[in-house]
Structures are given as structure tokens and as C-alpha cells.
């Protein structure tokens, strides 16, 4: 089956959603208004319910952007 996805927004949901795809083989265009690299936090707090969805795409994946887990309670 042949599929074409095409993603607005390359904010943290686009770029989320382009990666889950890529993992399932499904290739995506992310289209967004910006010019890459941008100086603008658009997650400054990462909340548990996406520790869980980035364990989800790759569990060494904080520790692979050189930061370390450290949750807070």
C-alpha cells in the first residue's frame, strides 16, 4: 500500500508525529512556515505523559540528546 502523509507544523507534535510514522515505514513531508534552526522553546518542561511517548519512539532518548532524566515530584 502506497501511502502519502503530508504534516503541518514542525513544532514538537509534528516533528512527533513525522518520527511515530518513519517508525512504522511510512514516509511524511513536515512542511513548516519557519526557517530551521529557530531560537524559540517550544518545550521548555517536559511533562511525564511525554517521557512516555518519547520512550515509546526510543527509550535512550533523552540520554542520546546528552540530557539525563530527572523527574520531579
Known amino acids: 500500500m502506497n501511502r502519502k502523509v503530508c504534516i503541518i507544523g514542525a ?16 514516509e511524511s513531508t513536515l512542511i513548516d512556515k519557519a526557517i530551521f534552526p529557530r531560537h524559540k522553546p517550544c518545550a521548555d ?5 511525554t517521557i512516555r511517548v518519547l520512550n515509546e519512539l526510543d527509550p535512550n532518548f ?5 540530557l539525563e532524566k530527572n523527574p520531579w515530584r
Open 45 to 49: 518542561n517536559i511533562t511525564g505523559n
Open 62 to 66: 533523552i540520554e542520546n540528546l546528552g
Open 11 to 26: 513544532g514538537p507534535a509534528g516533528v512527533t508525529t513525522s518520527l511515530f510514522l518513519a517508525k512504522q515505514g511510512i
